[in-house]
Structure formats: C-alpha cells, structure tokens
C-alpha cells in the first residue's frame, strides 16, 4: 500500500508564490518519477512538473521558467515552488508517484490552488 498526502495549497494573490509539498508512505520501491498535475474546471488533468529517478526535470510550458520542482529521497517527499502565479494557474493539483518495475502509479488526493486577480 502506498499512500499519498499533498499540502501547501490555499488561496494566493496573482503575483504572488506558494510551495506545495507531498509525502508519500508504504511500500515505496522502484520509484521512476514524482510529479504534480493539475485538473482546472472543465479541462484533462495536465502534467505540471515531474522529476524522475535520474533526476531529470520536465515542465509544462505554461509553467516553465517560474516553478521548479524539488525532491528529498530520503524522506520521499516532492515539492513544486511556483511563483509568478496566474489566475490561469488555478486548478486542483494532484501529486503523483510513479513506482516499480511495471510503473503503478499512485495519486494524492489533490489540493486546491486558487490564484486571484
């Protein structure tokens, strides 16, 4: 069983930072990525940023250039900084961790970011 807890996210003024966290507990083995998605009203889940076991970041280009995601192995945590936010960033952002051999992946329960005009 893996377990997935996000937290950082909340209310923000347009300008503005914030700093999502996420830990994950269980059997965590095999781990191929962490990663941060987010879902807006009406619109797919999108890819904001990942980092995978090697250590290579991906971005979203709506994003790229002012989020930058981070990671401490020891305690399996990711976190996505994020500033210059937009009211385009809101969204409900979901952690993500992509583990084992046949990559499962397990999901947070999602957080809510909302950016204000």
């Known amino acids: 069983q893996v377990h997935v807890v996000e937290s950082g996210g909340g209310l923000v003024q347009a300008g503005g930072s914030l700093r999502l966290s996420c830990a994950a507990s269980?059997?965590?083995?095999?781990?191929?990525?962490m990663g941060w998605y987010r879902q807006a009203p009406g619109k797919q889940r999108e890819l904001v940023a990942e980092i995978t076991s090697g250590g290579i970041r991906n971005y979203a280009d709506s994003v790229k250039g002012r989020s930058d995601i981070s990671r401490d192995t020891l305690k399996n945590t990711v976190y996505l900084q994020m500033s210059s936010l937009k009211p385009e960033d809101t969204a409900v952002y979901y952690c993500?961790?992509?583990?084992?051999?046949?990559?499962?992946?397990?999901w947070g329960q999602g957080i809510q970011v909302t950016v204000s005009s």
């Open positions: 993500n961790f992509r583990l084992g051999v046949i990559p499962t992946n397990y």
């Open positions: 269980g059997s965590i083995f095999n781990i191929n990525a």
